[in-house]
T-cell receptor, first 114, second 113 residues
Framework: GAVVSQHPSRVICKSGTSVKIECRSLDFQATTMFWYRQFPKQSLMLMATSNEGSKATYEQGVEKDKFLINHASLTLSTLTVTSAHPEDSSFYIC??????????FGEGSWLTVV | GESVGLHLPTLSVQEGDNSIINCAYSNSASDYFIWYKQESGKGPQFIIDIRSNMDKRQGQRVTVLLNKTVKHLSLQIAATQPGDSAVYFCAETASGNTGKLIFGQGTTLQVKP
């Protein structure tokens, strides 16, 4: 069964609004979670590293004010897309790092901005 | 810079045949490699991993081979089944053991019945 859960799996929002995506590790504590973005027929692009209790580390070119990441507990990280625009429509995937280097991915969240 | 690439974008095999998916990486300092399977509209699914102190690791119907000399990684799937049809990504850990993964382009595996 899934060890990392994402919610919602699909969301449609209006342009200019904000939308939050949750990532939960179900049976382990994850001090580190990662957020990826994936366009159709392309690979996963790392957006940021979410660290429990501290600020997220963003990859170059990713707007931290647009993609707000909060890792308030050892089992939950959230990604908020603020003032969403149609170009933000994408597949967003999180992963959580278990003990050692084992990393598990969520099922992804489809965001459509209309 | 660091990069992981795949040799073939699409691989088509007959059901029952063995599949080999290849991957080249450029960072000789990477010490952990993972193969993921991604079905359409879903998140990546862990298949198998290997650490740099190993050359080969076997799972159920899958084998990963690591050749550090030429920085090459491969995934072998035995007796390929229609359910194996998906995109396969190799990934390596970025240097510094941060847990960040660098993904290759992906290879689409098509299994013909």
């Amino acid at each position: 069964g899934a060890v990392v859960s994402q919610h919602p799996s699909r969301v449609i929002c209006k342009s200019g609004t904000s939308v939050k995506i949750e990532c939960r590790s179900l049976d382990f504590q994850a001090t580190t979670m990662f957020w990826y973005r994936q366009f159709p027929k392309q690979s996963l692009m790392l957006m940021a590293t979410s660290n429990e209790g501290s600020k997220a580390t963003y990859e170059q070119g990713v707007e931290k004010d647009k993609f707000l990441i909060n890792h308030a507990s050892l089992t939950l990280s959230t990604l908020t897309v603020t003032s969403a625009h149609p170009e933000d429509s994408s597949f967003y995937i999180c992963s959580a790092r278990r003990y050692g280097n084992t990393i598990y991915f969520g099922e992804g969240s489809w965001l459509t901005v209309v | 810079g660091e990069s992981v690439g795949l040799h073939l974008p699409t691989l088509s095999v007959q059901e029952g045949d063995n599949s080999i998916i290849n991957c080249a990486y450029s960072n000789s300092a990477s010490d952990y490699f993972i193969w993921y399977k991604q079905e359409s509209g879903k998140g990546p699914q862990f298949i198998i991993d290997i650490r740099s102190n190993m050359d080969k690791r076997q799972g159920q119907r899958v084998t990963v081979l690591l050749n550090k000399t030429v920085k090459h990684l491969s995934l072998q799937i035995a007796a390929t089944q229609p359910g194996d049809s998906a995109v396969y990504f190799c990934a390596e850990t970025a240097s510094g053991n941060t847990g960040k993964l660098i993904f290759g382009q992906g290879t689409t595996l098509q299994v013909k019945p």
